[in-house]
């Protein structure tokens, strides 16, 4: 937190020895424009460019090779994050972070509209890959993707679509929480579990298709879906988490599969047309 709250802080030019930026190092410099970080650089710290709403795009140098995920939080204006071609750890894709194999997203920088199509190669959408991406409208995963890591599309606000790949085994925590213009989803064959808090908040979804291969609903998986209407549990089901439909005002009638053994506190709690 070396600058923490800096607001009049423009330009930092850094000596070409320097190896890190810690933790918070310039948070909160709203008016800090695109430093240029030297060829030094290995690593980024969490929270090192925290709302610094000055930065549009940002270069990383040849030597990083740790970034943290919060690094650039808060970055309502950066809208491209791109890699020099020499950096063995990481390269990007249309601005966007990935691994130098480009398997896995590892940031998607936050001032980001639109549609984003992820590269073919993709398996793994890393933890916080998309979080608070609010301009984004519409991501498109390729099937080879098998995972989709904590909270990656956390507070998309204006994500619509975001058809999640067959291929798909794992969702995390939080991966599409309070992505409030979501309507749709299909959860497909290859998730078994649906993960705790995994569409919390998500005002506006109206719909889910459960693969009837899924056993398990997480807590509060669907927490605060007020608009959800059609749901039919599949026939596998043994578990439903505490709090899981809490607050579907929406829900007028669920059938209970045979094989349901556990529900949960609070799993149904001011369901209120149910």
Do not use: W
């Not at 710290?45 to 939080?73: E, H, K, W």
């Not at 213009?181 to 995994?198: A, D, K, Y």
């Amino acid at each position: 937190y070396a600058f923490h709250g800096c607001e009049n802080l423009r330009d930092v030019t850094f000596g070409t020895g320097l190896t890190g930026i810690g933790d918070g190092a310039f948070y909160g410099c709203k008016n800090l424009s695109n430093p240029t970080l030297p060829d030094s650089l290995v690593f980024i710290s969490r929270r090192a460019f925290q709302y610094c709403a000055g930065l549009t795009g940002i270069n990383i140098p040849v030597a990083v090779s740790t970034i943290a995920s919060s690094a650039f939080d808060d970055c309502p204006n950066l809208t491209s994050i791109t890699v020099s071609e020499k950096n063995p750890t990481y390269t990007s894709d249309d601005g966007v972070l990935l691994n130098k194999a480009k398997q896995t997203v590892f940031r998607c920088p936050q001032g980001k509209g639109g549609s984003y199509e992820v590269p073919k190669n993709i398996t793994n959408i890393g933890d916080s890959a998309f979080y608070r991406c609010a301009g984004l409208t519409s991501v498109t995963m390729p099937e080879g993707v098998v995972a989709i890591g904590n909270y990656a599309f956390r507070e998309c606000s204006a994500l619509k679509t975001a058809a999640i790949p067959e291929t798909v085994t794992s969702m995390g925590i939080f991966a599409f929480a309070s992505c409030e213009n979501l309507t749709g989803v299909r959860i497909p064959e290859g998730v078994r579990s649906i993960g705790s808090f995994v569409f919390h908040g998500c005002k506006r979804l109206k719909s889910v298709e459960i693969d009837d291969k899924a056993t398990s609903i997480g807590n509060s998986a669907f927490h605060g879906c007020a608009a959800l209407t059609g749901l039919e549990l599949p026939a596998k089901l043994t578990s439903i988490g505490n709090g899981a439909f809490h607050g579907c005002a929406a829900l007028t009638n669920l059938t209970l599969p045979e094989k349901l053994a556990a529900i949960g506190k609070g799993a149904f709690r001011n369901c209120s047309s149910l």
